[in-house]
């Protein structure tokens, strides 16, 4: 009975949980370094996917994106271990400033800094606090989920505010272009575009023109997953940074 009871515990989804969340809070940030490393080594132009903290990033929107696709939601642990890891990439890099004491880095402290292609802490925090309370008024006004606020805050934490956000606007708006092309497929030009005047002309004249019905205005509400289109918005930011 132990031996049962232990088992169906290992199969249970609280413990594939904390297995995958230990294995990207180590392997992947792990796998990174060695990246990273390498590709110093390989004196390649300098771009922010060459860097530990690029690897992260990626890992995780990577992992969410898998996830996401497959079950429609995005664990807590692809992003908590992204969370902690950029913070600790941050402070380290913080670190890294200090005790070279100064701003022109020497040679050695330079390298490293190449190589976490962190953000500093201030940056850190203003741009996950930016990313994560955007996507938090758009969640509470009822639009995507709570995994996506949590993955959009590692990408503001990786980027900062300015790329994370700009990020998170291109991610959206390619996410409703393709939500519009699907339904289009789905119900035909004509329904889709008519809902659409209707419901962008009941604002603007109310008295006018009524907003279609609920049932109706479900046709406009295909549902997406975020999650890759988080990765085209960070390639995006990423290609402008450069």
Same mark, same amino acid.
């Given at each position: 009975?132990?031996?049962?009871?232990?088992?169906?515990?290992?199969?249970?989804?609280?413990?594939?949980?904390?297995?995958?969340?230990?294995?990207?809070?180590?392997?992947?940030?792990?796998?990174?370094?060695?990246?990273?490393?390498?590709?110093?080594?390989?004196?390649?132009? +300098?771009?922010?996917?060459?860097?530990?903290?690029?690897?992260?990033?990626?890992?995780?929107?990577?992992?969410?994106?898998?996830?996401?696709?497959?079950?429609?939601?995005?664990?807590?642990?692809?992003?908590?271990?992204?969370?902690?890891?950029?913070?600790?990439?941050?402070?380290?890099?913080?670190?890294?400033?200090?005790?070279?004491?100064?701003?022109?880095?020497?040679?050695?402290?330079?390298?490293?800094?190449?190589?976490?292609?962190?953000?500093?802490?201030?940056?850190?925090?203003?741009?996950?606090?930016?990313?994560?309370?955007?996507?938090?008024?758009?969640?509470?006004?009822?639009?995507?989920?709570?995994?996506?606020?949590?993955?959009?805050?590692?990408?503001?934490?990786?980027?900062?505010?300015?790329?994370?956000?700009?990020?998170?606007?291109?991610?959206?708006?390619?996410?409703? +272009?393709?939500?519009?092309?699907?339904?289009?497929?789905?119900?035909?030009?004509?329904?889709?575009?008519?809902?659409?005047?209707?419901?962008?002309?009941?604002?603007?004249?109310?008295?006018?023109?009524?907003?279609?019905?609920?049932?109706?205005?479900?046709?406009?509400? +295909?549902?997406?997953?975020?999650?890759?289109?988080?990765?085209?918005?960070?390639?995006?930011?990423?290609?402008?940074?450069?």
């Amino acid at each position: 009975m132990a031996t049962a009871t232990h088992y169906a515990e290992y199969r249970s989804p609280q413990f594939a949980s904390r297995a995958s969340s230990w294995r990207l809070f180590t392997l992947l940030p792990a796998a990174g370094l060695l990246w990273a490393l390498w590709m110093q080594q390989q004196g390649l132009p +300098t771009s922010y996917y060459q860097t530990w903290s690029g690897f992260v990033l990626v890992a995780a929107l990577v992992a969410a994106t898998l996830v996401d696709l497959a079950h429609h939601k995005i664990p807590n642990y692809v992003t908590y271990p992204a969370w902690a890891w950029l913070a600790s990439l941050s402070l380290l890099q913080f670190v890294v400033h200090t005790a070279d004491g100064g701003e022109a880095l020497s040679i050695g402290a330079a390298r490293w800094v190449g190589i976490l292609g962190a953000q500093s802490i201030a940056d850190y925090l203003t741009g996950f606090g930016a990313c994560f309370g955007v996507m938090f008024l758009l969640f509470a006004c009822g639009a995507g989920g709570g995994g996506d606020v949590k993955l959009a805050a590692v990408i503001g934490g990786a980027l900062g505010a300015v790329d994370g956000l700009t990020a998170l606007v291109v991610a959206h708006i390619v996410a409703g +272009t393709f939500a519009l092309a699907l339904a289009v497929v789905k119900y035909g030009p004509v329904a889709v575009f008519g809902l659409l005047g209707r419901k962008i002309g009941s604002v603007f004249f109310p008295v006018w023109i009524l907003p279609p019905d609920r049932e109706a205005a479900r046709l406009l509400a +295909t549902p997406v997953p975020l999650s890759p289109f988080f990765l085209v918005g960070v390639g995006y930011a990423v290609w402008q940074m450069a």
